[in-house]
């Protein structure tokens, strides 16, 4: 059974950083790439990063580029968000994800397969 | 970058056909899956691919393709279905991920 828990999440002043953590189970986790997903409350929800199931490529959403870094350490079966320069408009729950996607030769199907529950991360001074 | 567009809400009676529609540019490269959200809880993935249900997801979710027009469909919707159901796909690099701003499915 596949269980992804985050943590981490906490109270920071604008400007801080944090790290998020998400630690994965039940599945072979050095194979699979992962998300993150972050959603304001009462709002809906936006894809964040994806790092690459050995950790040798990452992407990032326009809005967090080039102030978080995405990281894994398979040996530990854990993703890693690392936030810095954080603003009042990252205040969110960020949600760790597994990404299952299908390619096929003329199409790929996008999926997150499994999700954490969420580590709130509230910006405010 | 791609946006998804979605209705903000529907409301549907208990028993009968409700579809959410999602529209982007390039879902005929990237399809769509779509999620299930209820108050407090993650994200669960309920339909990808053509129409592709994961295992536990009931069969009264389908989902469609037409154009650039993604689609769920709840035949005969219960009580527990009411949520918000998010569509995501990729953007034209294929290397970003969106999501449409959610349809909140009420159950009368």
């Known amino acids: 059974q596949v269980h992804l828990v985050e943590s981490g999440g906490g109270v920071v002043q604008p400007g801080g950083s944090l790290r998020l953590s998400c630690a994965a189970s039940?599945?072979?986790?050095?194979?699979?790439?992962m998300h993150w997903v972050r959603q304001v409350p009462g709002k809906g929800l936006e894809w964040v990063a994806l790092?690459?199931?050995?950790?040798?490529?990452?992407f990032y959403a326009d809005s967090v580029k080039g102030r978080f870094t995405v990281s894994r350490d398979n040996s530990k079966n854990t993703l890693y968000l690392q936030m810095n320069s954080l603003r009042a408009e990252d205040t969110a729950v960020y949600y760790c994800a597994t990404k299952g996607d299908v390619v096929l030769p003329t199409a790929i199907y996008t999926k997150f397969d499994y999700w954490g529950q969420g580590a709130l991360v509230t910006v405010s001074s | 970058s791609s946006e998804l567009t979605q209705d903000p809400a529907v409301s549907v009676a208990l028993g009968q056909t409700v579809r959410i529609t999602c529209q982007a540019d390039n879902l005929r490269t990237y399809y769509a899956s779509w999620y299930q959200q209820k108050p407090g809880q993650a994200p669960v993935l309920v339909i990808y691919g053509k129409n592709n249900r994961p295992s536990g997801i009931p069969d009264r979710f389908s989902g469609s393709t037409s154009g650039n027009t993604a689609s769920l469909t709840i035949t005969g919707a219960q009580a527990e279905d009411e949520a918000a159901y998010y569509c995501?796909?990729?953007?034209?690099?294929?290397?970003?991920?969106?999501f449409g701003g959610g349809t909140k499915v009420t159950v009368l």
């Open positions: 790092i690459r199931y050995d950790g040798s490529n990452e």
């Open positions: 995501n796909s990729r953007d034209y690099s294929g290397n970003h991920w969106v």
């Open positions: 039940g599945f072979t986790f050095s194979r699979d790439d």
